[in-house]
């Protein structure tokens, strides 16, 4: 038994680490992780720039919330991920023809 629940702690562990480095660096490089680059969207502070390194991993955190995902059921659609780290999705096309 207190084998099992070491593994537990290692998965978890394991998992957070994987999607930190999955997460964290492709949204700080450049605001978009592979599924927002299929979909044309990216990461935006509110007012529509660049976050910063602290400001990801706020973002990347607050994803392994429990629950998180039933967050997105809200009335504007973002996620805790989102509105804790005060960052948006934007569609890139409709960002750059306002630049």
Known sequence: MIFEA?????EILFGLVIAML????LEYATGRT???????TK???????KP?????LIRTFCRFIPFE????LASDGSG??????HTK???????????
């Open 52 to 56: 910063d390194f602290n400001t990801i």
């Open 43 to 49: 990461v935006a502070t509110e007012d529509g720039g």
């Open 22 to 25: 999955y997460f964290a660096p």
């Open 69 to 72: 995902p039933v967050s997105f």
């Open 89 to 99: 999705v934007i569609d890139v096309k409709q960002w750059r023809s306002v630049k």
């Open 6 to 10: 070491n593994y537990l702690a290692v």
């Open 34 to 40: 592979v599924a927002k680059l299929y979909y044309g």
């Open 80 to 85: 805790w991920h989102d509105t804790m780290s």
